[in-house]
C-alpha cells in the first residue's frame, strides 16, 4: 500500500489537518486491500478484490477522498457479517420482543428480573408496542409480522397491515431501514449514476444480491447524515450514535478505527 507522501523540504505547510487531507494512494484509490484488511482481518485476496473496486467507486461518486470519511466503516467494515444479518432473520423469543421493542428506551428500559419495562415518573413501567406486551405469541418467532408492527407508521412506512416494516427492513453496509430512506436513496444513486437507473422501493432486495449498492448505500447514508464534521473532530462516540443511535459495540469500533488509522498513517 502505497505511504501518505511527506511535503518536500521548504514546502508550506498545510493548515488542514492530516485527517482531513485528500488520501495519496496510488491511481487515486481511497481504499487499498491493505486498509479493508486491517478493518476487519485476515482474508484471502479474492475476497477484497470485488469490495475494494465498489468501494472505490462509491467513493468518487460521493465526493469521499478523506481518511475521516473512511471512518465510517470502521464499525460495520465486516462484509460477511452484515449480509448475514440481513439475510438471516432471528426467530425471537417472546421476552426478546419487550425486551427490544417494546420498552421505552430500548434493552435499557427493560427489567430483566421484572420481565417489565423501568418505571416511569409517573410510577407505572414505561411500554411501548402494547401488542408486544398482550399477544407476545404473535409476533415472536415471526419476523415479518414483528418487524412490520415495529415499524409501522415510521421511516416513511405504512401502517402494520402494508407489511413496509419488513419489506424496508435494514439491508445494505449500515443497515438502511424505512421506505423515505430506500425512496431517498434511490434517487442520490440515479443522479449519480444515470447510466444504471435502479428502483430501491420496488426491489430493495438489491442491497442483499450486489455488493456495490449495499456498500454505496452507506455513502449515501454518510452523506445524508452530515456526519463529516464529527469524522472530522475524530468522535467516534459521536460518529457511532450517528450512524447507529447508540454506542453498542463502541469498544469494538474504536479497535478497528485504530487499525485502519495505522494503516493510514495518521
Not at 471512518?71 to 423469543?93: G, N
Not at 418487524?147 to 407508521?153: D, E, G, I, K, T
Request: net charge positive; aromatic share 8%; charged share 25%.
Amino acid at each position: 500500500m502505497a505511504r501518505l507522501r511527506r511535503s518536500p523540504p521548504g514546502a508550506p505547510r498545510s493548515r488542514v489537518p492530516r485527517s482531513q487531507q485528500p488520501l495519496p494512494h496510488a491511481g487515486g484509490a481511497l481504499v487499498t486491500s491493505a486498509l479493508l484488511r486491517a478493518a476487519e482481518g485476515a482474508n484471502p485476496d479474492s475476497y477484497y478484490a470485488g469490495i475494494v473496486d465498489a468501494f472505490n467507486d462509491a467513493a468518487r461518486r460521493y465526493g469521499s477522498t478523506r481518511p475521516c470519511a473512511w471512518r465510517i466503516f470502521s464499525p460495520r467494515s465486516d462484509m460477511k457479517a452484515a449480509f448475514a444479518r440481513a439475510r438471516k432473520m432471528a426467530i425471537i423469543r417472546p421476552r426478546a420482543c419487550t425486551r427490544y421493542s417494546a420498552a421505552a428506551g430500548g434493552a435499557a428500559g427493560y427489567d430483566r428480573a421484572r420481565d417489565d419495562c423501568r418505571l416511569g415518573l409517573d410510577g407505572q413501567p414505561a411500554r411501548l408496542r402494547p401488542k408486544l406486551w398482550l399477544e407476545q405469541d404473535s409476533y415472536a418467532g415471526n419476523p415479518a409480522r414483528l418487524l412490520s408492527y415495529v415499524y409501522a407508521n415510521r421511516l416513511g412506512n405504512g401502517d402494520e397491515e402494508s407489511g413496509d416494516g419488513y419489506r424496508y427492513r435494514g439491508r445494505g453496509l449500515i443497515q438502511l431501514t424505512g421506505k423515505a430512506n430506500y425512496q431517498a436513496f434511490t434517487q442520490a444513486h440515479n443522479a449519480r449514476d444515470s447510466g444504471d437507473p435502479r428502483d430501491f422501493v420496488a426491489d430493495p432486495d438489491l442491497l442483499l444480491s450486489e455488493l456495490k449498492y449495499a456498500i454505496e448505500s452507506a455513502f449515501h447514508y454518510w452523506e445524508t447524515r452530515k456526519v463529516n464534521a464529527l469524522a472530522d473532530l475524530d468522535d467516534l462516540e459521536g460518529v457511532t450514535r450517528a450512524v447507529n443511535g447508540g454506542l453498542n459495540g463502541l469498544d469494538d469500533r474504536g479497535a478497528r478505527l485504530a487499525r485502519i488509522k495505522k494503516a493510514l498513517g495518521i
